[in-house]
């Protein structure tokens, strides 16, 4: 419910359309997923926030080195 919380709060400042989460919460599957999007619908009361997908991140544990090879292969 915190995170639930925490995302609809997010979303309701910047207005965002999709939360991604990463790591190794990520990788929980419908553990944590499942009863996050059923809290969400507490948390999410204005019309564009109750719109908001989450999903977890497509690169998993790996987000991170490839941003920092990113930014690296940038400079």
Request: avoid cysteine; proline fraction near 3%; charged fraction near 15%.
């Amino acid at each position: 419910q915190a995170l639930a919380a925490g995302i609809a709060a997010t979303a309701t400042l910047v207005e965002i359309d999709i939360a991604v989460v990463g790591g190794g919460v990520g990788k929980a599957g419908d553990v944590l997923f499942a009863p996050l999007r059923k809290a969400l619908t507490d948390y999410a009361t204005l019309s564009f926030v109750q719109r908001l997908v989450v999903v977890p991140a497509q690169m998993g544990t790996d987000a991170g080195l490839v941003g920092a090879a990113a930014a690296a292969l940038s400079r």
